[in-house]
């Protein structure tokens, strides 16, 4: 079986579209559609139903996927790597949500780019978590992290650690809003109190007031500005009120910069999952940073 047609079987599977597959293997879209056919004309089934927008493989489409894609993937290591060269620094291409990797993920690691044997560069993408297992299944990044598990046998997901979510403003906010025993703190007193927030939709404060309160936030966003540390220095300078991940405010809090305005007996709590193409762990850089990233993510929880 051509190498070549199995190639961009794979890329049309990941990125789910012909289109997509073309510009990411620098092909026309003819071309990518006349080798999938030559592909399903060597094994006598169909791999793929086509649809309005892209496709869908098919249940033996699937199968081969998860059959050749860690192969290939390991056949493609060893070209980038080649045989000889022994001064080759691999590259770990890592994504993630910005603030998670900007804080721990990427301190976490920073002791793998040293000058040992086994270093690696590294290199950082920041996304939500479609982006980001989006571009892992296309093969643009080889470790992902996200809050979400990916479905079907192409990308594999364990566990990284739990982020507790806490619900902060400063002490000004606080007394105005009359919060005197944070065990006890009722919606309706932080009712009037401003919000910041990563998007006007309110993802972190409306799953905190659902989860804890059992209610919708009363109040608009004030300031939305789509990264947390952004969040936490408003927070910080007085624009209203924010729900933030417990590693990121922990320094203000600590300062009391912030405060806690409730001290719920079960917290909201987030999980991350650290993300590879099924079968890339054998890949000695990629199996390196998955196993440093689980080991201090032991003394994140």
Not at 67 to 84: M, N, S, W, Y
Not at 216 to 232: E, G, I, S, Y
């Amino acid at each position: 079986m051509d190498l070549a047609l199995l190639r961009t079987f794979v890329t049309v599977h990941r990125a789910g579209s012909f289109t997509r597959a073309a510009a990411l293997l620098g092909l026309s879209q003819p071309a990518v559609t006349s080798q999938i056919r030559t592909l399903e004309r060597q094994l006598g089934r169909p791999l793929f139903l086509r649809q309005a927008r892209g496709v869908t493989p098919t249940t033996i489409g699937d199968e081969l996927a998860h059959k050749a894609a860690p192969h290939l993937d390991a056949l493609v290591e060893i070209a980038e790597t080649g045989l000889e060269d022994d001064s080759f620094l691999r590259t770990l291409h890592l994504a993630g949500p910005p603030e998670f990797t900007a804080e721990r993920a990427l301190p976490a690691l920073g002791g793998l780019t040293g000058e040992d044997d086994q270093a690696f560069a590294l290199r950082a993408s920041f996304g939500n978590a479609e982006e980001t297992l989006e571009g892992l299944a296309a093969g643009h990044h080889d470790l992902a992290i996200g809050t979400a598990r990916p479905r079907g046998a192409l990308l594999t997901a364990t566990p990284l650690c739990d982020e507790v979510h806490v619900l902060v403003a400063t002490p000004h906010w606080a007394e105005r809003a009359g919060v005197e025993d944070v065990r006890d703190t009722d919606a309706s007193a932080l009712k009037h109190v401003p919000v910041v927030e990563v998007h006007e939709s309110l993802p972190f404060v409306a799953r905190y007031w659902a989860s804890v309160f059992d209610a919708r936030p009363a109040a608009p966003a004030t300031v939305v500005a789509p990264d947390l540390r952004a969040v936490l220095a408003c927070a910080i300078a007085g624009a209203g009120l924010a729900v933030l991940p417990r590693y990121l405010c922990a320094e203000a809090l600590e300062r009391g910069d912030v405060v806690a305005l409730h001290d719920p007996p079960v917290p909201p709590l987030r999980t991350y999952f650290l993300v590879v193409r099924t079968g890339t762990l054998a890949m000695p850089h990629i199996a390196r940073a998955h196993e440093w990233l689980l080991r201090a993510a032991a003394d994140w929880n």
